[in-house]
Nanobody
Framework: QVQLVESGGGLARPGGSLRLSCAAS????????MGWYRQVPTKEREMVAL???????VYADSAKGRFTISRDFTENTVDLQLNSLKPEDTAVYYC?????????WGHGTLVTVSS
């Protein structure tokens, strides 16, 4: 079992920045990849960014050039730097990890982008 705890959400103005952090605890070994998804009430959860054990990162088109994912393999944390935020980035952001064939999710942290 892996437990994921997010932090760092909140309110930002359009064009502003936020940094999300996620720490994995429990059986943290052999986590294959970690990343971030987001969801708004009217839509399905969507991938924002993922990073593999090899350090390769994948971004959603909406995140490219604005968001940066990073991972500390020693501490088993994954961060998401959100820059140039837009109102449409408003969502609950969920930390994600995959270990063998099991998916794990955090409880989510709310990001609100509004003037």
């Amino acid at each position: 079992q892996v437990q994921l705890v997010e932090s760092g959400g909140g309110l930002a103005r359009p064009g502003g920045s936020l940094r999300l952090s996620c720490a994995a605890s429990g059986n943290r070994f052999s986590i294959n990849a970690m990343g971030w998804y987001r969801q708004v009430p009217t839509k399905e959860r969507e991938m924002v960014a993922l990073i593999t054990n090899g350090g390769s990162a994948v971004y959603a088109d909406s995140a490219k050039g604005r968001f940066t994912i990073s991972r500390d393999f020693t501490e088993n944390t994954v961060d998401l730097q959100l820059n140039s935020l837009k109102p449409e980035d408003t969502a609950v952001y969920y930390c994600y990890a995959i270990q063998f064939d099991m998916d794990y999710w955090g409880h989510g942290t709310l990001v609100t982008v509004s003037s």
